[in-house]
Every structure is written in structure tokens, then in C-alpha cells.
């Protein structure tokens, strides 16, 4: 697929996805999210690749949905444009995703980061869900991943009045991982990337997917999912390397499998 809305790169094992249609503050049209979905989904089935980073610009990570293209469609080509399923393949996407946001995260912006695994941000990022402010209300996700995130109270503030809120509030609210300048938030996101990145595969894929496990299950549920996961990676070749290397007092030489 050729991408007009997206700038891809790899470098060793990282791969780096940057929302680039700068014009309109990086709003998510169709074709950018098909893009997306279609990158994320390639990059997750390459072996070479062990952590995504998902950026935008200095400006703006993204505002939100398109709203000139949003503006044209009726309930009914919204459901059966189906566009939501889209953002659930990127809610599968196995390996780590690390979104490193500077400026706007805004609506779906601001879904889209809540997706990734971690956020990473800039000094001036902020973040809100201003579809009240256009007579919506957030539909990727914002009521629940917001709420698990921030906890109600603010969740409804930024719901119900469209607010934003600045990258300080954010990690205060425990939005985000951390906030750096903003000539760093990428070099940090990178950082943060390799360092996951030389970990067991196996290990980060599994132990990813019991995080986000721990957010629609019970504690009873979640805790047999981390259980049984446990497990399965003693049948890893990388756990008995792993271990052998701690005995011999060396660096492990990880596999993947
Ligand atoms: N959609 C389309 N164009 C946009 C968007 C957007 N979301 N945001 C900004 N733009 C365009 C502007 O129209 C403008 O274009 P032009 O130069 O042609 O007039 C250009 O980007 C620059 O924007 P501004 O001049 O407005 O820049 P400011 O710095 O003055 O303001 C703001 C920046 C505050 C971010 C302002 O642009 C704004 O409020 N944008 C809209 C934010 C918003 O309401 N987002 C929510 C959209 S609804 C949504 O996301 C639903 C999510 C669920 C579905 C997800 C499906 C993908």
C-alpha cells in the first residue's frame, strides 16, 4: 500500500510511524486511519521489528477526526463505514506501541493515544475530548479509556466541557508516562522503545497482552490469564536462556521464541 498520510522508517528493531497531514493539524480521515491500520498491522507481522513508535509533529499529534469529512455523513453511512472496527485492529496489535506526543491530542487524537501502550509527551502537549464542543461525544473510545485512566471526575470534566488539558495535568492525572521538552519527547519515546525492544519478545508480547487484559476482566479472571501466560513462557527457548545467562553471570541472547 502506498501512503500518502504516513511517513514510515525502521531502524534495527524499532519502527517509527509518523501522522503526517501537517495542513489540517494531522486530522484522522479515512484514508490516514486505513493507512495506519494497514502499517500497524504489517509491522506487527515483521520479525524484525520489536516496538512501534506512533508520532505526529511539534504541532499537533493529531486533532481529532476529520470533522470536514465527518460533516458530510448521516448515521447511517457512519455505521456502515464501520470505522471503529478499524481502530480495534490497532487495539490488537501485539507489540508494544509507544505513542510520543507533542501539541494537539485531541478526540480521536487523543483515543488514538490512549490506545498505545505508553504515552510519552512533550511540554506542550495537550490533551482533550472536545467532541461535546461540535455536538458529538467521543467514539473511539474516550469514555472508557479516559476514565480508566484519569478515574471519573476528570473524565467527566473533559467529556462534558470539551476542555483541554496541558501535558503537567496529564501526568499528574497519570494520562502519561512522562512529560520532557519538547526538542526530547521523541528522542525519549525511542529511548523507551529500545530498551523494550531488547527484552524476550515472547515475554513483552505476553506480558503486554496481561496488562491490557487487566482492563475488562476481573481480578479472578485476570489473575488465571497472567497465570496461564506465565506459564506458557517457560515453554520459551528464551526463558531457559534467561535463566542459564543469570546462573553464568551473562548478557542472554535472545531468540524470540
Ligand atoms: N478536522 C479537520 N480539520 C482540522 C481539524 C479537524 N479535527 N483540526 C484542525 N483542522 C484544520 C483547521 O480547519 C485549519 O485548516 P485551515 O487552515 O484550512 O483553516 C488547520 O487545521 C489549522 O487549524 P486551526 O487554524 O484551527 O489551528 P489553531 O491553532 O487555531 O487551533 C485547534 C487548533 C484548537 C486544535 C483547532 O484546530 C480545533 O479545535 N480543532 C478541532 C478539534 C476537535 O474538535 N477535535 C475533535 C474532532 S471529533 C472526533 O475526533 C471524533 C472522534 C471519534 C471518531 C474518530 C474517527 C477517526
Redesign the pocket.
Known amino acids: 500500500m502506498e501512503y500518502k498520510h504516513l511517513l514510515v522508517s525502521k531502524e534495527n528493531s524499532i519502527a517509527v510511524v509518523q501522522l503526517n497531514r501537517p495542513?489540517?493539524?494531522n486530522?484522522?480521515?479515512?484514508r490516514l486511519?486505513d493507512e495506519l491500520v494497514h502499517v500497524l498491522t504489517a509491522l506487527d507481522n515483521d520479525d524484525e521489528v520489536r516496538a512501534i513508535v506512533l508520532h505526529g509533529n511539534e504541532?499537533?499529534f493529531a486533532?481529532?477526526?476529520?470533522?470536514?469529512?465527518?460533516s458530510e455523513a448521516g448515521a447511517i453511512e457512519m455505521l456502515i463505514r464501520d470505522?471503529?472496527t478499524k481502530?480495534d485492529k490497532i487495539r490488537k496489535v501485539k507489540k508494544p506501541l509507544i505513542a510520543a506526543v507533542s501539541g494537539?491530542a485531541?478526540?480521536?487524537?487523543c483515543?488514538l493515544t490512549m490506545i498505545c501502550d505508553i504515552i510519552i509527551a512533550s511540554e506542550s502537549a495537550r490533551f482533550?475530548?472536545?467532541?461535546i464542543?461540535?455536538g458529538?461525544m467521543?467514539?473511539?473510545g474516550?469514555t472508557q479509556r479516559l476514565t480508566r485512566a484519569v478515574g471519573k471526575q476528570k473524565a467527566m470534566e473533559m467529556v462534558l466541557t470539551?476542555n483541554?488539558i496541558t501535558a503537567q495535568e496529564a501526568l499528574e492525572y497519570g494520562l502519561v508516562l512522562r512529560v520532557v521538552p519538547v526538542e526530547l519527547y521523541l528522542k525519549e519515546a525511542l529511548h523507551l522503545a529500545k530498551e523494550i525492544a531488547s527484552r524476550p519478545p515472547m515475554s513483552v508480547q505476553l506480558a503486554k497482552e496481561s496488562v491490557l487484559k487487566s482492563f475488562d476482566t476481573t481480578i479472578e479472571g485476570g489473575l488465571e490469564f497472567e497465570r496461564k501466560n506465565f506459564y506458557l513462557l517457560f515453554a520459551t527457548e528464551d526463558s531457559k536462556e534467561g535463566m542459564k545467562a543469570f546462573k553464568e553471570k551473562r548478557k542472554a541472547d535472545w531468540q524470540g521464541k
Not at 63 to 70: F, K, L, R, V
Not at 106 to 109: D, E, H, K, P
Not at 128 to 131: L, T
Open positions: 495542513e489540517v493539524l486530522a484522522l480521515n479515512l486511519m504541532k499537533a486533532a481529532g477526526a476529520d470533522i470536514t469529512e465527518m470505522q471503529f481502530w494537539f485531541l478526540g480521536g487524537g483515543e482533550g475530548q472536545p467532541e464542543n461540535i458529538v467521543p467514539g473511539a474516550g470539551g483541554h
